[in-house]
């Protein structure tokens, strides 16, 4: 199993930035899709950003242009947001999966296998 670990979450002003991380802590996991959602309460959770292997992303049209997501060699997924709003306070969640689909970018659809246990993000008005 590859445990995923985020952290970065937080309470900011609306038009503050944060930045999220997840890290893969096996060290043999070698990822194809990796992502983050987020969920707020009484919704359902819905996808923000999804990256392939190659760096392709794909983001929903709530984060495109604020949020950006990025990885690194080392099993490491990011998300910066910017401009925050009130309406992206949720919970964040880091998704993996090994896998990944022959070409075009990672679906929000996706049956990520590994899930992290999530970071708060809080942003006031």
């Known amino acids: 199993q590859a445990p995923l670990v985020e952290s970065g979450g937080g309470s900011v002003q609306a038009g503050g930035s944060l930045r999220l991380s997840c890290v893969v802590s096996?060290?043999?996991?070698?990822?194809?899709?990796m992502g983050w959602f987020r969920q707020a309460p009484g919704k359902e959770r819905e996808g923000v950003a999804t990256?392939?292997?190659?760096?392709?992303a794909k983001y929903a049209d709530s984060a495109k242009g604020r949020f950006a997501i990025s990885q690194d060699n080392a099993n490491r997924l990011y998300l910066q947001m910017n401009s925050l709003k009130p309406e992206d306070t949720a919970m964040y969640y880091c998704?993996?999966?090994?896998?990944?689909?022959?070409?075009?970018?990672?679906?929000?659809?996706?049956?990520?296998?590994?899930w992290g246990q999530g970071t708060q993000v809080t942003v006031s008005s």
């Open positions: 998704a993996a999966d090994p896998d990944e689909p022959y070409g075009g970018t990672c679906p929000f659809h996706w049956e990520y296998k590994y």
């Open positions: 990256i392939r292997s190659d760096g392709k």
């Open positions: 096996d060290d043999t996991y070698r990822s194809g899709c």
